[in-house]
């Protein structure tokens, strides 16, 4: 029998920096530096991520590209398994991103699919929601509650 289903999530916008509560503007203003950091020749498009552990550390990733375009790895990566390989039982208490081409993007850029679900390992590992905020060069910032809502149907260890 069919059965139809809704999916709803949850999400803040902010109208900019100044918006944010403080650790949350903190924490991105690390993500945009770091995305100074990018190295982005091929795609010329530059991201940062900070990741704020629950001790207070914070860890900085930009993207990484290279010529065997897989071969790089997103700013988002970078940054969280920097964290998890330096304090691999810490808490992840949140996670700033920043993104922007060459033109200056004013819209909010969310995390590739890749990232989404290497993020979502994490929130899975450590039983405790993960708030996700991310924007482009300026303008609006997204906040989510939950890496499960930017990827609602995870593929979790609970599969195999």
Known sequence: MKAEHHLHIHYTIYQNLTELPEKAAHLMKEAIAARQKAYAPYSHFKVGAAVL?????IFIGS???NAAYPS???AERVAIYQ???QYPDEEIEMIAISGTAEIPTAHPVSPCGSCRQSLSEY???QQKLIPVYFMG???NIIQT???KDLLPF?????LM
Not at 154 to 158: A, E, I, N, Q, V
């Open 83 to 85: 964290a998890s390989t």
């Open 63 to 65: 993207n990484q590209e």
């Open 72 to 74: 790089g790895l997103c």
């Open 53 to 57: 552990l629950k001790n207070g550390h």
């Open 145 to 147: 509650d939950s890496i």
């Open 123 to 125: 929130e899975t590992k």
């Open 137 to 139: 060069a300026e303008g």
């Open 154 to 158: 995870l593929f979790d260890g609970s």
